[in-house]
């Protein structure tokens, strides 16, 4: 079922209501999702896990099926993991996001590394404004 899905997502446009009141993203977690390439559009999402200063892990619900993606933020450049800094930055975005509810909207393209590019909304604040504003290489 998880080829016929991605198969479908890949050649179907779809965007998806921002509206969690059919369904609730608490419960998503990475073991409990299926890992899937969201096409471009807005979506309710769940911050699950950050992994440095400008990509997370997040997860969504789309048509009764849980998925997760690896999300970098557009147009941002954090430091490196591997450097004081890049831990530092880590941090803070980890205490700011993880774990939140938000939006996600998702761009249509797909940065090199095969992440997927989105602004994220959380509490009616872009965080992708909030890491250039603070954080940005």
Sequence with gaps: MY??????????PLIVSTSTSTFSLEHLTEQNTL??????????????????GD?????FELWGQQFHSRVRF???CAPELNTIEGKQ?????QTRIEGKLGILQ???????????LGDLIIDDESINEWLSQNFSC
């Design 74 to 76: 557009k147009d941002i």
């Design 89 to 93: 930055v880590r941090d803070v975005v």
């Design 3 to 12: 080829t016929l899905l991605k198969l479908l997502f890949i050649h179907i």
């Design 35 to 52: 890992s899937f390439r969201v096409p471009a559009g807005a979506y309710s999402t769940k911050v699950l896990r950050v992994h440095d």
């Design 106 to 116: 998702v761009d249509k393209n797909i940065e090199k590394y095969g992440r997927i």
């Design 55 to 59: 990509t997370a892990i997040c997860a």
